[in-house]
């Protein structure tokens, strides 16, 4: 793989080989004295070169590995800016066209980014900012600014896991209640009276926690019936 360099400072600018600039945070590249063919062909080679190796790496994908595919698109759009680098406006075109690509990669839920992938993106990257001149407002082309999703296979067992979850906490909240009633029952019929205000107390508490809980927790499945306020106030004991 050719040499690749790495940036230094928060606004990281590539020294081009050859006969490219070392362009500045406050350069302002134009297409007679920063964008000289020469150097638009380095970094488009440059960023051939890391995307060949990007799309290329074992990832562990869970859905489509589409990343692949896109990124080897990314690659042959790269690799043809090498040959024939483009000119004017169709520099930034095919950059942002690039970086579009490996944006895309970067969220194709339930597929895979190692550490060796990312840093080869975030390399190209380096390269692609240069060309946009995005490094020059702190921004980075190739950064999605989203989280990748999970598989859509995962989202819907990770949805009925849920479903289930919470079948099983409503089923336990209602019998606990059941229970607390039952016991409340019990006490007024063979406890004495003195146990009786201390049975009836212990178990009404357990029936306003259960309710706390089956509310607080949303196990009707529907919007909530009591607000945050008034189960505050009900685990105080107060009405």
Known sequence: MNAVATPTSAKPRVTMPQNAPAATAATTKSPEDALTPEAIQAAFSQVETLLNE???????????????????????????????????????RVAFNIAALIRAARLVPGDGESQQR???????????????????????????????????????????????????ARTACYEIQCLA???????EKFGSSEDQPVAHGIMARIIVLAEIVYHAAQLHGEAPMATLAELRNSFKGRL
């Open 118 to 168: 990312k840093t080869l993106l975030d390399q190209a990257a380096v390269y692609l900012n240069w060309i946009t001149e995005c490094d020059v407002h702190g921004e980075d082309c190739c950064d999605p600014g989203a989280p990748r999703q999970s598989a859509p296979r995962e989202a819907a067992e990770e949805s009925a896991h849920k479903t289930e979850m919470r079948e099983c």
């Open 181 to 187: 009633e039952a016991m409340q029952i019990v006490a």
């Open 54 to 92: 990007a799309y290329m790496t074992d990832e562990d994908h869970k859905w489509s590995g589409d990343s692949d595919r896109l990124l080897d698109i990314a690659h042959n759009l790269a690799d043809k800016a090498m040959i024939e680098p483009p000119k004017g406006e169709e520099i930034d």
